[in-house]
């Protein structure tokens, strides 16, 4: 009796169960399976695998918001559209950026092939300090077989009639860094207009009025690529920002570097990798994390769940979209329990990266941002707004490609930081276990690191990812 009377209270006080109906992401109660997905009764043509919400992990993070672009200098969207449009531009029905077509190179020759839009813009705007954003699509051999990619800024001549005097960024190296492989989704860039090299008497920066692009490919060998509108973006950034991010569960790393960079009030970013390996030996604390978390103010981004494996037993390309979308809801569910903050922001692992198109859509649905990892030193730092949301370029410390250098900060990290200053960018380091002690050069290069840093807080703040997504 007195269990119907609770029952009967219970039911008059607390509000119903959301209906499955309401697309909400709902705690399944006894019984159920952490790894089922939630479908919609209501949506007839839902996929039977895919496209649903999970029943554990709360809410999918609100998703970034493309940049507005300031001007689009060049609209190459049909070949109608275009001057004099090359013999190997097509118009293909599959993947459209814009309306029911893309604008598609299909070449198989070294012959330079330029892009130019119907007519120079009305008015002609300030490019001064600003980006330049355009957008491509690998569909085949784009890696290696990409020689130029050559965008011209003009502010003179028309279309028709372009001249020899213009601002130009051969992207060529941006494109196949971040597209390599077989056919992927459509990616965007941004470079600073600082960045552009004058040829002839070069543009008026603050009175561009158009742009043109010129592919070329670097064989006779058959290489496809989709292409997209080149647009200003504004640059929000006002002076350098440097975001240190650290990969997997080292702890001696982790607690070299929070003790460093605590002296200068620095944060960093910590990507757990597998989550659920939290707490064993030789990993770290969940103590560890909420301290780092609540009283020195880093950011908990997200990484792996339970595995950094694409095949194999358990691997992620091993899983129905169904189970993938559990995998990562589990993640955000355990960082609810943690209390932790910044997981809306994710990266890629290490057999899990930009080009693997099974996996791309669990992270586009769970995450707002993605950070990718390359080796190797970048000409051109990562911009904010991001060039492209879903792949943050972040260089990687150096662990696996310089090791102990004694030059390891002189050479590498102080160019990086260097180069986020001079092209008001964002510099974005990446370590893993440098910091432990066995590389005896890399504890004293992180203090010149930290040093510097402070050294320079008039021209660049560390900051974290969340500070620049969510101000």
């Given at each position: 009796m007195r269990r119907l009377f609770l029952?009967?209270?219970?039911?008059?006080?607390?509000?119903?169960?959301?209906?499955?109906?309401?697309?909400?992401?709902?705690?399944?109660?006894?019984?159920?399976?952490?790894?089922?997905?939630?479908?919609?009764?209501?949506w007839a043509q839902q996929p039977a695998d895919g496209d649903k919400a999970p029943l554990v992990g709360g809410r999918i993070h609100e998703r970034y918001r493309i940049a507005t672009p300031m001007a689009v200098l060049a609209s190459l969207d049909q070949t109608t559209r275009l001057i004099s449009a090359p013999p190997e531009a097509s118009d293909v029905v599959s993947d459209p950026l814009y309306g029911d077509t893309r604008l598609t190179l299909s070449m198989a020759s070294t012959n330079a092939r330029q892009l130019r839009p119907l007519a120079a813009m009305?008015?002609?705007?300030?490019?001064?300090?600003?980006?330049?954003?355009?957008?491509?699509?690998?569909?085949?051999?784009?890696?290696?077989?990409?020689?130029?990619?050559?965008?011209?800024?003009?502010?003179?001549?028309?279309?028709?009639?372009?001249?020899?005097?213009?601002?130009?960024f051969n992207a060529a190296a941006l494109i196949r860094e971040g597209q390599k492989g077989g056919e992927q989704r459509w990616g965007s860039f941004t470079v600073p207009v600082s960045a552009f090299t004058a040829v002839g008497s070069g543009a008026n920066v603050a009175a561009v009025s158009w742009a043109l692009v010129e592919v070329q490919a670097n064989s006779a060998s058959p290489m496809t690529i989709a292409v997209g509108n080149v647009e200003i973006v504004a640059n929000a950034l006002t002076k350098a920002k440097m975001i240190i991010g650290f990969d997997d569960q080292f702890p001696a790393t982790i607690a070299y570097a929070s003790r460093a960079m605590a002296r200068y009030g620095f944060r960093g970013v910590l990507y757990l990798s597998p989550a659920i390996d939290t707490g064993k030996a030789g990993k770290l604390a969940s103590a560890t994390i909420k301290n780092l978390h609540d009283n020195l103010g880093w950011q908990i981004a997200s990484q792996a769940w339970s595995t950094e494996a694409a095949t194999g037993a358990g691997g992620i390309d091993m899983m129905t979209a169904d189970q993938r979308t559990a995998e990562m809801a589990k993640l955000r569910n355990w960082q609810n329990a943690l209390g932790v903050t910044g997981g809306g922001h994710g990266s890629y692992f290490s057999n899990v990266g930009v080009g693997d198109m099974i996996a791309y859509p669990m992270f586009r649905q769970h995450f707002r941002s993605m950070r990718a990892y390359y080796f190797g030193e970048f000409a051109q730092v990562e911009t904010y707004p991001w060039g492209d949301p879903m792949r943050i370029r972040a260089m990687g410390a150096g662990e696996f490609q310089w090791g102990n250098n004694p030059s390891i900060y002189?050479?590498?990290?102080?160019?990086?930081?260097?180069?986020?200053?001079?092209?008001?960018?964002?510099?974005?380091?990446?370590?893993?276990?440098?910091?432990?002690?066995?590389?005896?050069?890399?504890?004293?290069?992180?203090?010149?690191l930290m040093a510097y840093l402070d050294a320079n807080r008039a021209s660049i703040d560390v900051v974290t990812v969340e500070d620049l997504e969510n101000p």
């Open positions: 029952a009967c209270l219970a039911a008059a006080v607390l509000p119903p169960a959301a209906s499955p109906a309401t697309g909400q992401a709902l705690t399944g109660g006894p019984g159920v399976s952490p790894a089922t997905v939630l479908p919609s009764p209501d009305a008015t002609p705007v300030n490019a001064t300090g600003q980006l330049i954003r355009f957008w491509t699509k690998p569909i085949a051999n784009v890696e290696p077989r990409l020689g130029a990619y050559k965008i011209r800024l003009y502010s003179e001549g028309s279309p028709g009639s372009p001249g020899g005097n213009y601002l130009e002189s050479t590498y990290w102080k160019n990086h930081v260097d180069r986020a200053i001079a092209q008001k960018g964002v510099g974005f380091l990446v370590f893993h276990d440098g910091l432990a002690g066995s590389m005896s050069n890399w504890q004293p290069a992180f203090d010149q």
